[in-house]
């Protein structure tokens, strides 16, 4: 599959279960990703601009949480899905923030931002949907100030044959069940399944960071290894 097939793919598929999307994520998930995100937004600060950009923000979750648990920011919230980006335009305004997040449609690959423009740059569950995810990486450096933070939190194929074994019946076998009682598009879990599987492991995805010149690399494994945050920083110079 080219570059271009999997972007076609992950379009065709998230603009058909959007109106879902977020009641899957929490089912799926236990609700264990309203505690990843928690987790992320806790290791956010800001020093100099008080802005955050949420890259493939989907539905805006992460903006939200970052916003309400740092209420001195202002945040951006970017995606090239207007599909998610409507239902999380009224998931901010129905928590009283459109003064404080603002939503647009954009590329990863190339941020409509200038150098340095952010304290932090964070993708949630997104980076897995991206080809070139060397370039995304760069592209969020970029607009971070020096000491800034790049955040990426991620799910992952955990080593151990017995949790890859539970984990493998459970992304190929009961995701996709259940997604069919629910979503309009059931290929999307499968689609799901796939990206997870075939994720870099934590030390390959950190030296992915460190090759984009970002120093101080943190992983922080989450409910036994399911899912990673991993924290970069800009060098100062």
């Given at each position: ?51 955050f950009l949420d890259v493939a ?19 951006v919230g970017l995606d090239f ?157």
């Open positions: 599959m080219t570059d271009a097939e999997r972007i076609g793919m992950v379009k065709e598929i998230f603009s058909t279960v959007t109106d879902r999307y977020d009641f899957l994520n929490h089912f799926l998930s236990l609700r264990r990703d309203v505690g990843w995100r928690r987790f992320t937004v806790k290791k956010m600060s800001f020093d100099s601009t008080h802005r923000t989907g539905t805006a979750d992460l903006a939200i949480g970052a916003a309400l648990r740092h209420p001195r920011i202002d945040v899905m207007k599909e998610m980006l409507d239902v999380g335009q009224r998931k901010v305004s129905g928590a009283g923030l459109s003064k404080r997040i603002q939503l647009l449609r954009g590329d990863a690959l190339s941020l409509p931002f200038p150098d340095g423009s952010f304290d932090v740059a964070g993708i949630a569950f997104g980076i897995r949907n991206i080809p070139d995810r060397l370039r995304a990486l760069s592209e969020m450096a970029r607009v971070v100030v020096p000491g800034g933070k790049i955040m990426v939190l991620e799910m992952a194929f955990t080593p151990g044959w017995f949790s890859n074994l539970i984990y493998h019946t459970y992304l190929n076998r009961l995701l996709p069940r259940i997604a069919k009682r629910f979503s309009l598009n059931p290929r999307a879990y499968y689609y799901l399944a796939d990206s997870i599987m075939n994720f870099p492991p934590p030390d390959k995805f950190s030296a992915l960071m460190r090759g984009t010149g970002m120093a101080d690399i943190e992983t922080h494994k989450l409910t036994c290894g399911a899912t990673y945050l991993y924290i970069g920083r800009k060098p100062r110079g």
